[in-house]
Every structure is written in C-alpha cells, then in structure tokens.
C-alpha cells in the first residue's frame, strides 16, 4: 500500500509503463503533467510559454506535494521532476521510485519521432537534440540515480517493473 514513482528523462516511456503498472497492481494512475495540466486548466507548453521554466518548476513542486497526499498510485514523474528542490527526497520518503534508464540512441529516435508537444525540445535538429539529451541526461544523472531501483533497457515491459518490485 504505497506510491510507485516512475522518473526518467522526456521519452523514456514512464507514462505507458505507469500506466500498464497501475491497472495490474489495481493502483490509481497518476501522469503529473496531466495532473498540473488539469488544475492550472494550461497545457505544459503554453505555462513554459507564458510563465517560463522557473515557474513551470514551482507548479510541478506543488503539484507533487498534493499527489503525494494520496496512496496506491502508480504516478509518472516529469522529466525534469526529481531534478529540483529536494522533490528526490520528498519521493522517497513517501513511497518507491523507479528509475526508467533509456539509452541516448532510443531517446533521441523516439523523441524525434513524436508529436507531443515538449518545450524543451522545440525547433532542435536531430544533432541538436542527441547532444541535448546527453548533456541533460548526464546532468540530470545524479538526481535520477537516487531512486529506489533502476532498469536498464531500451524495452522495458510491465512485467520487468512487476518483477523488480516483487523482489523488493
Ligand atoms: C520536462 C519533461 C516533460 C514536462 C516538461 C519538462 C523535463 O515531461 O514535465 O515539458 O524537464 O524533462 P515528460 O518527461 O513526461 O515528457
């Protein structure tokens, strides 16, 4: 009976796996962007647009603050989520996190090949966006690493989760 975290970078898929975990645990599903999208009645773009990054990192602190209220949720993190404030702490003081590890490579094909609108991401060209994502990713390393658990692969099934987490 807890909160399942999944943190990893924009791409790594947390919000499908989050998803897939929270329907075989019989958990409720929680896609903090979504979840800040709702109560700002704002897409993340547009916040990012009007308000900025630094404003966009307040709102996402308050919103993880109301989430973690709440228990049997699997929940998405944002990319950029454990990577302020001492949200990291905040996570894993209340439940377990889950570092969702996906190679440089298959982040950049994937991101490449989306059409959700992510902030951070716009206008790059592919070179532009693959050195993005390592620079990002290697800063952003230390914070994802605090999690509970890590897995690495660039497939990661819901049953992987659901085996890490029965051994847990
Ligand atoms: C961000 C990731 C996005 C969203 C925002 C910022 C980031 O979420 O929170 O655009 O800083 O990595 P996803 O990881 O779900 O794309």
Same mark, same amino acid.
């Given at each position: 009976?807890?909160? !399942? &975290?999944?943190?990893?970078?924009?791409?790594?898929? =947390?919000?499908?796996?989050?998803?897939?975990?929270?329907?075989?645990?019989?958990? %409720? &599903? !929680?896609?903090?962007?979504?979840? $800040?999208?709702? =109560?700002?009645?704002?897409?993340?773009a547009?916040?990012f647009?009007?308000?900025?990054?630094?404003?966009?990192?307040? $709102?996402?602190?308050?919103?993880?603050?109301?989430?973690?209220?709440?228990?049997?949720?699997?929940?998405?993190?944002g990319g950029?989520?454990?990577?302020? &404030?001492?949200?990291m702490?905040? $996570? *894993?003081? !209340?439940?377990?996190?889950?570092? $969702?590890?996906?190679?440089?490579?298959?982040?950049? =094909?994937r991101?490449?090949?989306?059409?959700?609108?992510?902030?951070?991401?716009?206008?790059?060209t592919?070179?532009?966006?693959? %050195?993005?994502?390592?620079?990002?990713?290697?800063k952003?390393?230390?914070?994802?690493q =605090?999690?509970? &658990?890590?897995i690495?692969?660039? *497939? !990661?099934?819901?049953?992987?989760?659901?085996?890490?987490?029965?051994?847990?």
């Amino acid at each position: 009976m807890t909160t !399942i &975290f999944l943190l990893g970078f924009m791409g790594s898929g =947390k919000s499908t796996l989050a998803a897939q975990l929270a329907l075989k645990l019989g958990y %409720r &599903f !929680i896609d903090l962007d979504c979840f $800040i999208e709702e =109560k700002m009645q704002q897409s993340i773009a547009s916040i990012f647009e009007e308000k900025g990054e630094e404003a966009f990192r307040k $709102i996402e602190r308050e919103a993880l603050k109301e989430v973690l209220q709440q228990q049997r949720q699997v929940v998405a993190l944002g990319g950029g989520t454990p990577c302020y &404030f001492d949200n990291m702490e905040q $996570i *894993n003081q !209340i439940g377990i996190s889950l570092f $969702i590890d996906v190679s440089v490579a298959a982040l950049v =094909k994937r991101l490449g090949g989306s059409t959700q609108k992510r902030p951070l991401l716009e206008g790059k060209t592919k070179e532009e966006l693959t %050195r993005y994502v390592q620079n990002l990713l290697e800063k952003r390393m230390p914070f994802y690493q =605090k999690a509970t &658990f890590r897995i690495s692969s660039d *497939n !990661i099934r819901v049953s992987d989760l659901l085996a890490l987490l029965g051994n847990a």
